[in-house]
């Protein structure tokens, strides 16, 4: 079992920037791929960014490439998402998620955080 505690959301204008973090519970944490989803109100969850296990690959969404960056730090058990030039478009509730495997689905992640919500004001 692996516990995922997403921080760092909050209330930005538009242009502005966040990083999320997401800590992890296990000391395996470095075993998993790590991915990023977010879900607008009424909207499905759509995939955002993942990172391998080693952060030697990275995935995203095609809408974030260039504003969005993923990284982790396996020492301390986290995973990160800078956002910057964040769009009203980006305002959603941003879930942490830990898998097997690089994928852009969720049903390839077994493990979900609560959720952090990120609201863009323009």
């Known amino acids: 079992q692996v516990q995922l505690v997403e921080s760092g959301g909050g209330l930005v204008q538009a242009g502005g920037s966040l990083r999320l973090s997401c800590a992890a519970s296990r000391r395996t944490f470095s075993s998993y791929v790590m991915g990023w989803f977010r879900q607008a109100s009424g909207k499905e969850r759509e995939f955002v960014a993942a990172i391998s296990w080693s952060g030697g690959r990275t995935e995203y969404k095609d809408s974030v490439k260039g504003q969005f960056t993923i990284s982790r730090d396996n020492a301390k058990n986290t995973v990160y998402l800078q956002m910057n030039n964040l769009r009203s478009e980006d305002t959603a509730v941003y879930y942490c998620?830990?898998?097997?495997?690089?994928?852009?689905?969720?049903?390839?992640?077994?493990?979900w955080g609560q959720g952090t919500q990120v609201t863009v004001s323009s």
């Open positions: 998620s830990a898998g097997r495997s690089l994928l852009r689905n969720t049903d390839g992640y077994a493990y």
